[in-house]
């Protein structure tokens, strides 16, 4: 029950902080003319960032230039409303930092609070 709880708390605020809360300000940026490239690039700077912070740098520039590239293509496609868009491009770095948690969850987990994993010599 404790590790259901642990990891249930630690994805919820990883999809908050990397997920709606990215979001909800792009849209604010939206509702307030700015430009939309502007806001969009915003949520994949601050999902990147939250990659990069976890020393996963190469992945968060490859996430960074997919995400761009990606919408590049769909406002060229002009059938992707940016406020789409947005959730969209959001949900990558999102999904790649909770499955990289994962494990480093389950390591917590598993070890017993006060014990070290490594065994004493005899």
Do not use: N, Q
Request: charged share 15%; net charge neutral; glycine share 4%.
């Amino acid at each position: 029950m404790r590790a259901a709880v642990i990891v249930a708390t630690v994805l919820s605020a990883v999809l908050a902080v990397g997920y709606l809360l990215p979001g909800i300000i792009e849209l604010e940026m939206l509702h307030f003319h700015l430009s939309p490239w502007a806001c969009v690039l915003f949520g994949d700077l601050t999902g990147c960032y939250l990659l990069a912070s976890f020393d996963f740098k190469k992945t968060a520039l490859a996430v960074y230039g997919i995400a761009t590239a990606t919408e590049v293509i769909a406002s060229l496609w002009k059938h992707v409303p940016v406020e789409r868009l947005v959730w969209m491009t959001d949900l990558a770095p999102t999904l790649i930092l909770m499955a990289l948690v994962l494990p480093t969850l389950r390591i917590i987990i598993e070890e017993p609070a006060g014990r070290s994993s490594k065994r004493r010599p005899v």
